[in-house]
């Protein structure tokens, strides 16, 4: 299959897919044809340098200009397809039988090799995985990438960056193996990217579980108190105790929750095509040397290379973990401020019976010691509420007092007041006593 380029000649044509399988192939370097085809087959592509078969512009009919990307040979990867290399120019092609070593990516049984410099191969994989249940082949790659050991353009057949082909036989392996992602323990790569990304992880979750933590802590003098209660247990010096941490724990859940939200949204790097094609690591936020474009780290070590080789392919699952993680963090968030703010809101939900105290019932007002929020006032308004004889209640947290009406042919049953005062776990004295029909400004001044 033949396709025409738009900057030749008329009449001129240049093949970039395989004539066997049609499929697209990758330029490839006449050094790496000359180092790994047999050597009767090597003499036919000696001479031709790295010149592709693109005209130049200005230049005269026929002549071709260098050209990194556009070398004159193309690579065909298609698993099955015999055909290995072809030229852009003419009829030449070279098959598998024709090379020094087996092309693993274009293999489906047997070993297959994929990274030729450090030697791990489809087959290497599968045993690593069978007898750790990991697999080290893309960390030890990454690790010896950093030395002058990589020799991609001489010993692997792609002539580029193996990377993308062994995380592709990685997944083969796993296939073949019966193996899921989920079944494989993790491992921190080389380069600390792994290292950095679990902890990443963790660190999130350990601020996000904290916020929780410490909002469920900080609201603690409130419903803690509530549910002893209920239980029939005193819990008025639980809850003054609570009361005095409560600043600190507040602290706390909003530093927790602080950090749960940096973590999650903070500049992530990514993996992106250099220049020379190779991946390189851009921050997110287009960090700079001064010339106002993104620093470009090569992770490549200057090997010529397609970003699908260099790079292991990435889909939309890890976005969408992240999109989920980011929803369960807001979902803790909201969580964390509804037990933060607890104590008061809660009186609302509590409430009361809907009846106020009036003038025309005997009244007594009693000063509360232990009352830590308006979950307290409504338990001790409940409380009050069922003593015989006690019309109405209405508590005033803010000065700390409980006015109850009572029926106003009877006096007011101090004792027994008192005596649910205290069961409801707080502490109390009556300081006035209000006759119906007599106001509250009266029986201050009597």
């Known amino acids: 299959m033949n396709e025409t380029a738009d900057d030749v000649l008329p009449g001129m044509s240049v093949r970039i897919c395989c004539p066997a399988c049609g499929a697209r192939g990758k330029p490839v370097r006449s050094v790496t044809l000359r180092s790994l085809l047999k050597d009767e087959f090597a003499e036919q592509v ?129 296939q073949e193996l019966g193996m899921a992602d989920e079944d494989m323990s993790p491992l921190p790569d080389a380069s600390g990217a792994g290292s950095r990304a679990s902890m990443t992880g963790r660190g999130e979750k350990i601020a996000t579980a904290g916020t929780l933590i410490s909002a469920v802590m900080a609201s603690s003098c409130c419903w803690l108190p509530l549910l002893l209660l209920a239980a029939g247990v005193s819990g008025a010096g639980i809850a003054s105790t609570l009361e005095a941490y409560r600043p600190g724990f507040m602290v706390l859940t909003f530093g927790f929750l602080g950090t749960a939200f940096w973590f999650a949204y903070r500049p992530k790097k990514t993996v992106t095509a250099g220049p020379d094609n190779c991946c390189s690591v851009q921050t997110a936020d287009a960090e700079n040397d001064g010339s106002g474009e993104p620093t470009l780290h090569d992770c490549c070590s200057g090997e010529p290379a397609s970003s699908a080789d260099c790079c292991a392919p990435t889909g939309g699952g890890r976005f969408r973990m992240m ?76 000065k700390h007092q409980v006015v109850v009406g009572t029926e106003f042919c009877c006096p007011v049953p101090e004792k027994d007041i008192l005596a649910a005062v205290h069961s409801a776990g707080f502490s109390g004295q009556v300081i006035r006593k209000i006759p119906a029909g007599e106001s509250v400004r009266s029986a201050a001044d009597r």
């Open 46 to 174: 000696r001479g031709t340098g790295s010149e592709g078969c693109h005209t130049s512009s200005g230049s005269e009919a026929g002549g071709c200009r260098p050209a990194a990307s556009e070398t004159g040979w193309r690579f065909c990867e298609s698993p099955g397809c015999d055909v290995v290399y072809f030229s852009e120019c003419d009829d030449r092609q070279f098959t598998k039988s024709q090379l020094k070593v087996e092309v693993g990516i274009k293999e489906t049984s047997g070993e297959r090799p994929l990274c030729y410099c450090f030697g791990h191969s489809v087959e290497s994989m599968k045993r690593e995985l069978r007898r750790t249940g990991t697999c080290t082949a893309l960390d030890d790659i990454r690790a010896k990438m950093k030395n002058s050991g990589c020799r991609c353009e001489t010993e692997n057949p792609s002539g580029s960056c193996c990377l993308g082909s062994v995380a592709h036989g990685l997944k083969i392996a796993q």
């Open 323 to 398: 999109t989920l993680n980011r929803a369960m963090l807001w979902m803790a968030a909201i969580l964390a401020i509804a037990f933060l703010f607890f104590p008061d809101y809660v009186g609302a939900f509590l409430g009361g019976d809907g009846t106020a105290v009036t003038q025309d019932m005997n009244r007594a007002v009693i000063a509360v010691d232990g009352m830590t929020c308006e979950g307290c006032a409504a338990g001790l308004a409940a409380a009050v509420r069922d003593v015989p004889g006690v019309l109405a209640v209405d508590v005033d947290y803010a």
